[in-house]
């Protein structure tokens, strides 16, 4: 059987709806030092990193962000060379190697080789060990993202980024049926809710899991490719899921972590789908403009669209704001 494909790489384009596709979310901060490094003003990406200190999801979340940019690895590499003992120079050029990679303009073992120098000049790092999963994510093999998920992990073991590729790796293995409550993706999104944190935004990962299992079972033609005829999050494993997920955000909001509302935009999905709108609704109300492509591009559909049907649907047409 055909692999599925990723999951699209999240853009940063805008609309009239007045939501936006941005990987920076809402870390304003980042969005303007984004556009400094864009135009070879490297010197606020240096300042924006030492800031970040250790904490690492967030400095992960904004090299990422960083490295994203076409133009990345040649002002990183300038940095780098001005300051050749700068561990978040050799980050960010990590980083960036690997989306070149991705893009085929780099060949995959020279970004894994730039990854690796940067994680022995900065071992408690996690962040050059999660640009190699994100390469992995597209081109290693399952027991090669899984040690390089060890590394990280050993470093932070709450690291949100690096549970999320590992989930939608682990969904892409086709064993079970439809709705197979014995897939390792369950397993291991379940065992990493456990092992977190009361307060862990890694307690909604088993709903992530729902989510990229349906991308991988609408892909193969098991589920309905629309997802409002498909009763993947109407199962009552799948009901309690989503209570419990949804339980826990009213409790704990998590209102600081850098990247929650990845995790609001498929706890959005997953209540809409269920036919919860009103619970819907107050996480479409956190989210505001924030939307992210995955999941409403599941699978292979145009996230603007399904995204801005499913708001209205929810909110009645209120506006984004």
Not at 184 to 199: C, G, N
Not at 244 to 255: I, R
């Amino acid at each position: 059987m055909t692999p599925p494909p990723p999951p699209p790489p999240l853009g940063r384009s805008r609309n009239k709806d007045g939501f936006a596709f941005d990987p920076a979310l809402d870390d304003t901060e980042l969005a303007g030092v984004r556009d400094a490094l864009v135009q070879g003003r490297w010197g606020e990406s240096r300042a924006l990193l030492a800031r970040t200190g250790r904490d690492w999801d967030r400095r992960g979340h904004r090299l990422v962000v960083l490295g994203m940019e076409p133009n990345s690895a040649a002002w990183a590499e300038e940095w780098r060379l001005a300051e050749p003992d700068s561990v978040d120079a050799a980050a960010l050029y990590a980083c960036a190697k690997v989306f070149r990679a991705l893009r085929g303009k780099e060949d995959p073992a020279a970004a894994r080789e730039v990854c690796r120098a940067a994680a022995r000049m900065y071992p408690a790092d996690p962040s050059p060990w999660l640009a190699l999963l994100i390469l992995a994510r597209h081109t290693g093999t399952d027991e090669e993202r899984l040690q390089i998920f060890d590394q990280v992990r050993g470093r932070h073991r709450e690291h949100h980024h690096a549970h999320h590729l590992m989930t939608a790796c682990l969904a892409e293995h086709q064993q079970g049926d439809r709705d197979d409550p014995f897939h390792e993706v369950y397993d291991f999104a379940a065992w990493a809710a456990e092992q977190a944190p009361a307060d862990s935004p890694l307690c909604a990962l088993p709903v992530i899991a729902h989510t990229e299992r349906y991308r991988v079972l609408a892909h193969a033609g098991i589920e309905p490719r629309d997802p409002t005829r498909s009763g993947h999050w109407k199962s009552r494993r799948a009901r309690q899921v989503m209570k419990a997920a949804f339980d826990w955000w009213l409790e704990w909001g998590y209102e600081e972590h850098p990247r929650r509302l990845v995790d609001l935009n498929f706890l959005a999905h997953a209540k809409y789908h269920e036919g919860r709108p009103w619970e819907a609704a107050a996480l479409f109300h956190r989210i505001g403009r924030h939307a992210t492509k995955e999941p409403w591009s599941y699978p292979d559909r145009d996230p603007r669209k399904t995204y801005r049907a499913a708001h209205a649907a929810a909110t009645g047409g209120t506006d984004i704001r």
